[in-house]
């Protein structure tokens, strides 16, 4: 079971996080969310240590995206595509479709390799990543960079000098969180004490990911879970999360987008429509969710 002891970091108002009744959680940021999704550890234990409040979560998680949206413009051109400096806007019409009553962000890595030159300008893009978001979402909580781990052939003084990059973009996220009055959970401090929880040196294991959950919510000071997390029920849970994860993921991701989205829309204008007929079958999975928690 998870053990809520002793803080690893959390900045106010972190210490007074609370879940309402039928709540929609966002997780947005790079890979860090995006390889998250065939995971579900995070989200499986926030579920476990709130199962009677029926949450929705939804994962925008977009490998190699950074604090200005970049990547969801695939930098291709047209239609949804368009130029990088386009990728800002689709985002902001994500948000405002999605309606998140919170918003688990998570960026800093990517934009770590514009080594120190490049922390202001990751600074001023957070900020205005943050000004976007308070506009359509009450309440959120930024997660740190990851440290490198050490191993994978690797060598040493590379994973040094990375990880003191990373640190600093650490710290700037902390501290934009703090000025903004938003909650902090740290994540390279940490993980920075053992090195079992990547499949290559930066990106998470299942274990990693399990790792992670239980550190957001020590930070984030939960209540205790439900179920122990390495429970046979505990991963049928997960389980149904990943489907529905699953699912999600090729509904706004679809992998005929340049059909549905882009510069090919008028050329097969059916596939615009399956998208949406995905719907009932999220529906499903999260009706399956539901059950699950409710007999715990």
């Known amino acids: ?37 065939d995971k579900g550890e ?21 490998s190699g995206d950074n604090v200005y949206a970049h990547t ?21 019409n994500q948000i405002i479709d999605l309606k998140p009553d919170k918003i688990f962000i998570a960026y800093g890595f990517n934009e770590s390799f514009d080594d120190e030159g490049g922390i202001d300008s990751y600074g001023e893009g957070l900020n205005q990543l943050l000004e976007m978001l308070s506009q359509h979402c009450p309440e959120l909580i930024l997660i740190s960079t990851i440290p490198m781990e050490t191993g994978f052939g690797i060598p040493s003084e590379h994973i040094e000098a990375q990880n003191e990059k990373l640190k600093n973009y650490a710290e700037m996220t902390k501290d934009i969180a703090i000025n903004r009055g938003h909650s902090y959970v740290d994540l390279f401090t940490p993980l920075s004490k053992e090195s079992k929880y990547t499949a290559n ?29 390495d429970s046979e029920k505990a991963a049928q849970i997960r389980n149904t999360i990943i489907k529905k994860n699953t699912l999600f993921f090729h509904r706004w ?38 059950l699950l928690l409710e007999d715990l």
Request: with cysteine; net charge positive.
């Open 42 to 62: 995070i989200e499986t234990t926030i579920s476990l240590c709130y199962p009677k409040k029926n949450i929705t979560f939804r994962n925008i998680g977009w």
């Open 201 to 229: 040196g930066i990106h998470l294991t299942a274990n990693g990911y399990r790792k992670a959950g239980e550190l957001i919510a020590q930070a984030l000071s939960f209540p205790a879970p439900a179920i122990e997390i």
């Open 72 to 92: 969801r413009t695939r930098a291709r051109g047209g239609g949804r595509f368009g130029d990088p400096d386009k990728g800002f806007g689709i985002l902001t």
């Open 1 to 37: 079971m998870l053990t809520l002891g002793t803080l690893f970091a959390a900045c106010t108002p972190g210490d007074s996080f609370s879940i309402k009744q039928n709540e929609k959680i966002v997780f947005l940021g790079n890979a860090f969310f995006e390889n998250a999704i």
């Open 253 to 290: 991701r679809p992998r005929n987008d340049a059909f549905v989205y882009g510069e090919r829309k008028d050329e097969q204008r059916i596939a615009q429509e399956e998208p949406a007929q995905i719907e009932p079958f999220i529906a499903k999975q999260e009706a399956a969710i539901t």
